[in-house]
């Protein structure tokens, strides 16, 4: 599959590492270190890196895992999502901590909102970079987040990043 990152840093970019080493066809994007940039696409074969446009263009799903105050700013470049696969790693921490939702949204309908027409899942975002960086086990555990908890839970706390 052609999976495209967009934040390659402890979550993306160690996503990224193991759907490469995976045989996956992964394009690393979104980082201010190109050199940082080539260190992980050198893990696979299929692996490259482009602009966070590129990696939309070239995907079948495209990996969201940039720091939530950067969200808007990052897809401003990334062009339209709109029948796109996106999975999205991020939460919502601020520099204050949690931030504040707004109209009561969860996590995943706030960025929903901004990715109209993505079909967009949350995923990966409650593991801890060192848990993402170690080799997948077939058969492991695998830890997923989505919007269809009712609105009593959705205050529970994420994982900080
Ligand atoms: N860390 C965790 O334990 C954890 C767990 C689950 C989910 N998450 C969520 O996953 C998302 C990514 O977290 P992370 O820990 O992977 O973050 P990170 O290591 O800081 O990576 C962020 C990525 O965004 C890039 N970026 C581009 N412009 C940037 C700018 N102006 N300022 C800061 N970064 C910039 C970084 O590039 P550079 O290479 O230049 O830094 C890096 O590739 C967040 O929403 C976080 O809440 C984190």
């Known amino acids: 599959m052609r999976v495209g990152i967009v934040g390659s840093g402890r979550i993306g970019g160690n996503a990224g590492i193991q759907l490469a080493r995976s045989g996956h066809e992964v394009l690393f994007s979104y980082s201010r270190d190109p050199v940082k940039l080539e260190r992980l696409a050198s893990e696979g074969p299929g692996a490259r890196i482009g602009t966070p446009r590129e990696a939309v263009e070239f995907?079948?799903?495209?990996?969201f895992a940039?720091?939530?105050?950067?969200?808007?700013?990052?897809?401003?470049?990334?062009?339209?999502?709109?029948?796109?696969?996106?999975v999205d790693m991020t939460n919502q921490y601020g520099s204050g901590g949690l931030e504040e939702l707004p109209d009561g949204l969860s996590a995943v309908e706030t960025n929903a909102r901004r990715m109209p027409g993505a079909m967009l899942t949350k995923a990966f975002n409650t593991l801890r970079p060192a848990?993402?960086?170690?080799?997948?086990r077939v058969g492991s555990t695998a830890t997923s987040r989505c919007s269809s908890r009712p609105r009593s839970n959705r205050r529970s706390t994420p994982s900080r990043p």
């Open 59 to 63: 995907a079948e799903a495209v990996v």
């Open 131 to 136: 848990i993402s960086a170690t080799s997948p």
């Open 66 to 86: 940039v720091p939530w105050r950067l969200i808007d700013d990052v897809l401003g470049e990334m062009g339209t999502l709109a029948g796109r696969v996106v």
